[in-house]
């Protein structure tokens, strides 16, 4: 009887023929061999040849990146500002694209982008929740209109270019070429404020802590809401930042335990916590404290591990409280308020919001209250869009600003015949 490490060495050998396919190659070698020439090659000529057309391929797409910005950022501030502004035909028409004065373009297959496009102009998608006939948009949409050339002169001097995509913190989006927006079967929830590339754009690394709160108040309807609210708030983050995720009440505690500290935030790492955030239960009773206290030492607590070392914030989900949790703020935070503590009221409870805008002041955040009249996927989109968007803003004010004031941002979601009516106040 054969050894079985000889039976295996010939199962292996007859797999790593059928996989790779060696027979057929030498085969076709064989009958095809005068039609080839064997040279041999210098490995260290054929790196720095490699390396020599990489470098080139990179400089001409990094000339025109430098060149977009530099031509946005001036067309932005010569741009004229028109409070008045209205769409063309005056009736307030929110559907752009249903505009009659709007224009009718032909798309060619292109094979490069596997889709039509029309290389003499650019197109705009804007989010489902924005008005799209306010002056801010309006506006937004004159000024973006010059970029036009600047995507035309970077495709003329570099033909490989893909997309080239201009987003801004209103949320709109201008691409180029102009293609048509490939909208998902239901309601589009695009929205550029929340793609990675533009978040990492927006603000630095960042170190986060977010404590939800899980006491007995926090049952039912407000439970589901913050569970999506904590979910949407992880998608604001990206490979470059590190969260962690713990639930308190009396005490705190990481919602996935083999989490012992701050984890990059990659999609592994986040889907590992969004299933166990559809976990959680709500019992006992609130201790701003417990959670507080959990969130400053996972972020002081010098471990070694690898963190993003710029912007270290903590973000609490509460249905609100009473405590200001004074004392722990001038052990771990004060005076020099190095960590924003961001605190988000959700639910429609009558609690006084007036301890949760202090903390927010306090420490250099926002202070944030979401009501849903009724829960439904847009309206919760709509609003951490707008969330994720306010407190970026945040991050991107210096540090060393004294006395900032809490910006209280109200979002009232109502689903009413298939329609979200938005509102977002400061």
Not at 114 to 126: D, E, H, M, P, R
Not at 146 to 167: C, H, K, P, T
Not at 275 to 282: G, P
Not at 399 to 423: I, R
Request: aromatic share 10%.
């Amino acid at each position: 009887m054969m050894h079985w490490a000889g039976r295996i060495e010939k199962e292996l050998e007859k797999t790593i023929q059928l996989v790779t396919g060696t027979q057929q190659i030498r085969g076709i070698y064989n009958e095809k061999k005068s039609q080839f020439d064997i040279k041999r090659n210098n490995p260290k000529d054929l790196v720095e040849r490699v390396a020599r057309d990489i470098a080139k391929l990179l400089t001409s797409k990094r000339r025109a990146l430098e060149r977009l910005a530099r031509e946005a950022e001036q067309l932005q501030t010569d741009f004229p500002w028109l409070d008045s502004i209205k769409t063309e035909d005056g009736d307030g028409e929110e559907n752009l694209m249903e505009n009659p004065y709007s224009m009718k373009l032909e798309f060619v297959d292109d094979p490069n982008f596997k889709n039509k496009v029309n290389y003499s102009y650019s197109a705009v998608q804007i989010p489902t929740d924005i008005y799209k006939g306010s002056p801010v948009i309006l506006n937004e949409l004159n000024w973006t209109q010059a970029l036009e050339r600047v995507f035309i002169d970077n495709r003329r001097e570099d033909s490989s270019l893909r997309w080239q995509v201009f987003g801004s913190a209103t949320g709109v989006t201008r691409y180029y070429p102009a293609t048509p927006w490939r909208a998902p079967n239901k309601i589009d929830l695009y929205d550029v404020r929340r793609r990675p590339w533009y978040i990492q754009g927006a603000s630095s690394p960042k170190d986060m802590i977010i404590i939800v709160d899980v006491s007995g108040s926090v049952s039912g309807l407000t439970l589901k809401l913050m569970k999506t609210s904590v979910m949407e708030m992880l998608d604001t983050l990206s490979d470059d930042d590190y969260v962690n995720v713990a639930r308190f009440n009396e005490k705190a505690d990481a919602v996935v335990p083999c989490f012992k500290t701050l984890v990059q935030a990659n999609m592994r790492n986040k889907k590992i916590f969004k299933e166990s955030i559809m976990h959680m239960q709500a019992k006992g009773t609130t201790d701003y404290k417990s959670g507080f206290q959990f969130a400053f030492e996972q972020l002081l607590n010098d471990t070694g591990a690898p963190r993003a070392g710029c912007n270290k914030m903590i973000m609490m989900f509460t249905d609100g409280g009473e405590d200001r949790a004074q004392d722990i703020f001038e052990k771990y935070n004060w005076p020099n308020k190095t960590i924003r503590v961001f605190t988000f009221s959700v639910g429609q409870h009558n609690y006084d919001v007036t301890p949760l805008q202090w903390i927010a002041c306090a420490n250099k955040a926002i202070y944030g209250v979401c009501v849903c009249v009724c829960v439904f996927v847009i309206s919760l989109m709509c609003v951490f869009s707008s969330l994720s968007q306010e407190y970026l803003d945040v991050l991107g004010r210096p540090m060393v600003l004294a006395g900032p004031k809490a910006k209280q941002v109200q979002w009232t979601n109502v689903y009413q015949d298939a329609l979200v009516s938005h509102k977002l106040s400061h």
